[in-house]
């Protein structure tokens, strides 16, 4: 059973930065790719970055692209969200997820191509 925790939320002023992390256990962390999704209050559940099980391809949204950066670590079973640039618009419950299948070719956008997700952790930004 895969279990995915995530941490680091908090409330920030815009212009701020955090860094999220994610720990996976139940499953070989190093065979899946991996992503980040949010959903703010009264909204549908976005894709935000995703990275692919060896780490060489990456990929974002195009509200955060270039202020936030997806990355892991194989050894320790951890992915991250370094979020810089933070706006008000980037308060969310941010998720991590785990692939539903090793080793793809390609990342996706998509929530069902993830069947494992953490609880979610708070990141508020304030204006």
């Known amino acids: 059973q895969v279990q995915l925790v995530e941490s680091g939320g908090g409330l920030v002023q815009a212009g701020g930065s955090l860094r999220l992390s994610c720990v996976a256990s139940?499953?070989?962390?190093?065979?899946?790719?991996m992503a980040w999704f949010r959903q703010g209050s009264g909204k549908e559940r976005e894709f935000v970055a995703a990275?692919?099980?060896?780490?060489?391809?990456?990929d974002y949204g195009d509200s955060v692209k270039g202020r936030f950066t997806i990355s892991r670590d194989n050894v320790k079973d951890m992915v991250y969200l370094e979020m810089n640039n933070l706006k008000p618009e980037d308060t969310a419950i941010y998720y991590c997820?785990?692939?539903?299948?090793?080793?793809?070719?390609?990342?996706?956008?998509?929530?069902?191509?993830?069947?494992?997700w953490g609880q979610g952790t708070q990141v508020t930004v304030s204006s």
């Open positions: 990275i692919k099980w060896n780490g060489e391809v990456t």
């Open positions: 139940g499953r070989t962390f190093g065979n899946y790719a």
């Open positions: 997820a785990m692939d539903r299948q090793r080793r793809q070719s390609m990342t996706s956008r998509a929530r069902w191509r993830y069947d494992s």
